[in-house]
């Protein structure tokens, strides 16, 4: 079925939405005020999802993607138009979040310095005879050759390793590659879904000494050849991560990240979900914090860091948020959750704390909106909007509250 719609309107993630007969039409890589022809894809009832087949009328805010893949690629939402009309569509679209609890006050928004070149992981599907990321809302896989928001190391390692795979006919073999970079130096992981002897070393002799490489088969990881680590300096702090530890993808935004939690932090503060413990070691460095996170691998990155950096003021308890808050007193209390957001018995537990400060940290501004409804006894003081994810339709968000 084909459409032809006026976009009025963005949805959550950028798309952009258009009515007609009665019904909502999400379709991405378009412009509010522009009419375009669609494909209707998929849809229900009262919504219809639809693909960009033409746009009969262009707005004057288009602009030519940088990169070859928009479009296909389900990675950007926004490189069709400038990057302050993306902030100012996420900022709108946080902001309508907010209303459904409330909140009309202010939002400080962070943008990124970079808006190409400073995502420092990629996470690359194979199969289908391509190695690439997935189209947008499929699991159809898009080749690629690079990708213009990674930074260098990644994209230089992305050809040789797609040629590895090709040339030694691994398609059916490994499910996904994870490449991470810090710096100079940059760690891939070959997650497979069948175990073999795999020859790793012509592939390592192409990328160089500033490359390491890991392999995974049913969630153990093994080290094979060059660097063993990617090691960084984080607010004077020794850091070490392996190819499964959790960090920011955009280094520059998340250095004002943790800086605004640094002004915010008072008195004796329990980070929960404290993965790495990055944040929760910065914070060490001036005041008395404990981390809580349930992950084995994480929290044991957390006691190195810990330990690494003599840091008498941090203390990692490994294990459920919801049992082990409930015991722990403290003047300031993080979060930092996935994208799922906290378990209704953690909400419980924090409305029920005795502090003074609570600071939620999320990617997702959903979970984040339906959590703050769940512990209504707090009252939003600041609202930040970190741009961690430029020409994604994601961002960072950061909420400071008070009983």
Not at 60 to 72: N, T, W
Not at 329 to 355: A, E, F, M, N, Y
Request: glycine share 8%; with cysteine; aromatic share 10%.
């Amino acid at each position: 079925m084909i459409k032809d719609l006026l976009i009025d309107d963005y949805g959550y993630d950028g798309e952009g939405v258009g009515r007609v007969d009665g019904k909502v039409y999400f379709v991405p890589y378009v412009i509010k005020g522009e009419n375009v022809k669609v494909k209707v894809v998929k849809q229900n009832k009262s919504f219809c999802f639809g693909r960009l087949l033409q746009v009969n009328e262009i707005s004057p805010k288009r602009q030519e993607p940088v990169c070859p893949y928009f479009g296909r690629c389900g990675g950007c939402s926004y490189q069709h138009m400038s990057y302050e009309d993306e902030i100012g569509i996420k900022t709108e679209l946080f902001k309508r979040q907010l209303k459904k609890i409330g909140y009309l006050g202010e939002i400080e928004v962070v943008t990124s310095q970079n808006v190409y070149g400073y995502r420092n992981k990629i996470k690359l599907f194979v199969g289908e005879h391509k190695v690439g990321l997935k189209y947008r809302a499929s699991d159809e896989i898009c080749d690629i050759d690079y990708c213009p928001i990674c930074e260098d190391k990644i994209n230089n390692a992305i050809k040789p390793v797609k040629d590895f795979v090709d040339g030694n006919g691994l398609y059916n073999v490994i499910d996904n590659i994870v490449l991470r970079q810090e710096g100079d130096a940059c760690l891939i992981n070959f997650i497979l879904k069948d175990k073999k002897q795999i020859n790793y070393q012509g592939l390592y002799l192409i990328l160089g000494q500033d490359y390491g490489i890991y392999q995974t088969f049913q969630r153990e990881i093994k080290y094979i050849f060059g660097i063993k680590s990617l090691n960084t300096t984080e607010f004077g702090l020794d850091c070490s991560f392996s190819p499964t530890s959790f960090h920011q993808v955009n280094n520059q935004v998340c250095e004002k990240l943790y800086k605004k939690v640094l002004e915010e932090v008072k008195g004796e503060i329990i980070n929960c979900y404290s993965g790495n413990g990055v944040l929760s070691g910065i914070i060490a460095l001036k005041n008395r914090v404990v981390g809580i996170e349930i992950g084995e691998a994480e929290h044991n990155e957390a006691q190195n860091l810990r330990d690494k950096n003599k840091l008498k003021n941090l203390v990692n308890i490994k294990g459920d948020c919801a049992k082990i808050l409930p015991n722990l007193q403290g003047d300031t209390l993080i979060v930092d959750p996935p994208r799922v957001g906290l378990d209704s018995k953690v909400c419980s537990v924090i409305k029920s704390k005795k502090i003074k400060k609570f600071i939620y940290i999320s990617c997702n501004s959903a979970t984040l909106v339906r959590d703050l409804q769940r512990i209504s006894n707090f009252k939003i003081k600041k609202v930040y909007l970190f741009d961690m994810f430029p020409r994604t339709g994601e961002y960072e968000c950061l909420v400071v509250l008070s009983k």
